[in-house]
């Protein structure tokens, strides 16, 4: 079992940068594959990015491509989501995410998954 907490959130103005971080227990932290998934009010929870197990290959949604970084580090069971050039549109909550899948686009892919942490960017 995989327990994750996430952290790093706030309020920031747009143009502004934020970076999430993702602490996961357990050992097997390495043999998953993790995401970042937001959630807006009203609205349905979304693909952010994701990481290979490795960290070979990254994969993000075409929103935030270009501003979104994610990375890893498996030797501290630490999951990373730099955010820079934020929008009033990012503002959700963040959540972190793992999966055995290789569609790492999909919620319903994913076995464990954080609290979530609020990300508010005012215009």
């Known amino acids: 079992q995989v327990q994750l907490v996430e952290s790093g959130g706030g309020l920031v103005q747009a143009g502004g940068s934020l970076r999430l971080s993702c602490e996961a227990s357990?050992?097997?932290?390495?043999?998953?594959?993790m995401g970042w998934f937001r959630q807006a009010p009203g609205k349905e929870r979304e693909f952010v990015a994701a990481?290979?197990?490795?960290?070979?290959?990254?994969y993000y949604a075409d929103s935030v491509k270009g501003r979104f970084t994610i990375s890893r580090d498996n030797a501290k069971n630490t999951l990373y989501l730099q955010m820079n050039s934020l929008k009033p549109e990012d503002t959700a909550v963040y959540y972190c995410?793992?999966?055995?899948?290789?569609?790492?686009?999909?919620?319903?892919?994913?076995?464990?998954w954080g609290q979530g942490t609020q990300v508010t960017v005012s215009s």
């Open positions: 990481i290979s197990w490795i960290g070979g290959s990254t």
């Open positions: 995410a793992s999966t055995r899948s290789r569609v790492v686009f999909t919620t319903s892919n994913y076995d464990y």
């Open positions: 357990g050992r097997t932290f390495s043999s998953y594959a």
